[in-house]
């Protein structure tokens, strides 16, 4: 049997409505002017982001959301990644709807989700510590019944995007094993990060005895793992567009830049790097779309097969096109005044954020072995 992907009408309406937005209200020179601003957005891109209810694509209507499905994110994501939008979005609008989906109740998402879907509220989810590497599942951070509520005490790292949150949920170790918690962030300290990516702000949160409110009920390992798999997924789908960002300026730049009275583009090296680079993408893309395609259906074993495949493959591939589009600028690609950095690092810090491809090729190793 043949299986045939290709996007609706409406989700080409979608991307094309989220790249002219970005290309008229966060173009590359916005990008460069938030790439050291703690927050990463400004108000209205915030705002005109909301009013496209892109915040609540993957959030159900009965919440205030689209109530669409993980494949409509990525065409968002892609676009986004495309202009190397910077600031919370992924944050807000994938991962803390992923994991309150995932391990929350009715009324947990009645509370949580509205304010989300709206913009009202910057959520981000913090799951990893110091010196854990990428081991999320036995956290140190401790909670403790008090009162009718929680009480958290513990350090995050690599919080994406802590310094623009309003709220925060956190993985902490509860008597019943690991459990969701939901923190005002102005009950926490936050402090932030160097990061090779200034459009992925990162920062350490350390919360002590702050009050919170538990998401879901009994041990939420399983549940946060395939929320994680969505949120490796889109991942990957975000860093896809800025390779075919890279992948384009070098292309156009083969097209104009003269060399011995021809366009570099005539040469063979030039070709076989643009070659390379386009077959990079494209196979990210495909693995991309197929994870997010296989997270929506009801097998979690395959859901999470894809995203490992998915993650491990692009981890490799996605910076090596950026790289070999670099090659074929020459020197001025590895200036800073050149935009072909700005999507270089994006790949990089997907490759980088939640295991490398070495962590997922084991991950995809351990399925093929309990197969």
Known sequence: ??????????????????????ADRAPI??????????????GAVWAGLAELGLMGILIPEEFGGLGRGLVDMGVVLEEMGRAAHPGPFFSSAVAAPSVVLAV????DQAELLPAIASGATVATVGLLEPGQRYHWQAPVTRAVPAGDGWQVSGTKAHVPDAAAADLMLLTAATPDGLGLFALDAANVETAPHD?????????TVTVRDAPARRVGSGDATEALGRALDQVLVGSVVDAVGA?????????GYAKVRTQFDRPIGA???VQRLCVDAFEMVEASRTVGYYGLWACEGS???EAHRAAAMAKAFASDALPAACAW?????????VTWEHDLHLFYKRCLSMQLAHGAAAEHYEALASILMDA
């Open 1 to 22: 049997m043949t299986m045939y992907f290709d996007f609706s009408a409406e989700q080409q309406v979608l991307r094309e409505t989220v790249r002219r937005f970005l």
């Open 29 to 42: 020179r916005y990008v460069r002017e938030m790439y050291d601003d703690p927050t990463g957005t400004t």
């Open 104 to 107: 929350g109740d009715t009324a």
């Open 195 to 203: 990061v090779l990516d200034g459009t992925r702000k990162e920062g």
């Open 243 to 251: 390779g075919q960002a890279a992948l384009d300026l070098a292309i």
């Open 267 to 269: 040469f063979q090296h």
């Open 299 to 301: 097998d979690t074993g």
């Open 325 to 333: 589009a670099i090659q074929a600028h020459g020197g001025i690609g």
